[in-house]
T-cell receptor
């Protein structure tokens, strides 16, 4: 079974600074997807960024980028120019499409990020 | 695009009663629906997976007779908590997957409180 580990329960960053959230996973699969989701105080889950394992290039979405190290099974999220609205719980997630479109997401335990003035 | 609605957003019910939670994908079709439960300050726990027109597949430890899932159409799924007890109090989140893809979206969640 796949596991996802987020070793930082809480992090804090000042506005406009950069922060990196770590995530490691364990799998024997070669083809899979990795995700970062954001859950703000409203509790609405929002997809931040996605990475396909077969792509060597790290995914980027505006201020959000990932450092995907397949051999190390590491998938960290970098948030640049942090904004107050980035305050949220961040979940790393893994999915291997072994059962087609019913394949499940495996979530990490989350990192609570607080952006301060 | 990819708007998911969930109703009600909050519900309080008495112990022993049943509560139905509706999840709708408003602008896309979802052949697969995932239902999650989330306790305070914890991650999402998958309860069950359902495909349109088929019976749901429940995760280990989730009582299928207590948490009834119906996925009658490509845009609507319901979760009914039967004979609710205080320990069923939680935040429930639906997550439809766009048909034919691995794109998964999330509803805004339903906070259930059983008194």
């Amino acid at each position: 079974a796949q596991t996802v580990t987020q070793s930082q329960p809480e992090m804090s960053v000042q506005e406009a600074e950069t922060v990196t959230l770590s995530c490691t996973y364990d799998t024997s699969e070669n083809n899979y997807y990795l995700f970062w989701y954001k859950q703000p105080p409203s509790r609405q889950m929002i997809l931040v960024i996605r990475q396909e394992a077969y792509k060597q290039q790290n995914a980027t979405e505006n201020r959000f980028s990932v450092n995907f190290q397949k051999a190390a099974k590491s998938f960290s999220l970098k948030i640049s120019d942090s904004q107050l609205g980035d305050t949220a719980m961040y979940f790393c997630a893994f999915m291997s499409p072994t059962t087609g479109t019913a394949s499940k997401l495996t979530f990490g335990t989350g990192t609570r990020l607080q952006v301060t003035l | 695009g990819a708007v998911v609605s969930q109703h009600p957003s909050r519900v309080i019910c008495k112990s022993g009663t049943s509560v139905k939670i509706e999840c709708r994908s408003l602008d896309f079709q979802a052949t697969t629906m995932f239902w999650y439960r989330q306790f305070p300050k914890q991650s999402l726990m998958l309860m069950a997976t359902s495909n349109e027109g088929s019976k749901a597949t429940y995760e280990q430890g989730v009582e299928k007779d207590k948490f009834l899932i119906n996925h009658a159409s490509l845009t609507l799924s319901t979760l009914t908590v039967t004979s609710a007890h205080p320990e069923d109090s939680s935040f429930y989140i639906c997550s439809p997957r766009l048909a034919g893809t691995y794109e998964q979206y999330f509803g805004p969640g339903t906070r259930l409180t059983v008194t």
